[in-house]
């Protein structure tokens, strides 16, 4: 799966955030929806993102994936996802 590569796990994430920041401040949002999108970048496609670099690089199984949902849970596998170690 493509997110077992770092760039592409930072990819990933850091496009639609950067779409939505500018997007925001060149006026084609209102602050409204640019708070509920990133409510739902940070509460549901974040989480997502990193529990499907965890699962598919093997550090978690498929019955925990769901955990990656309970805010700070992933916090103990920060150094694997962001730093690749």
């Known amino acids: ?28 949002i209102s602050s409204s929806t640019f708070v509920v ?17 965890l699962l598919h690089s093997q550090k978690i199984s498929y019955k925990v994936f769901w955990k990656n949902f309970i805010p700070f849970w992933n916090d103990k596998y920060w150094t694997f996802l962001f730093f690749n170690k």
């Open 1 to 28: 799966m493509f997110l077992k590569n770092i760039f592409l796990f930072y990819f990933s994430l850091l496009i639609p955030f950067g779409v939505l920041a500018l997007s925001a401040k060149f006026g084609y």
């Open 37 to 53: 999108l990133l409510a739902i970048f940070v509460l549901i496609y974040h989480p997502l993102i990193c529990g499907l670099r």
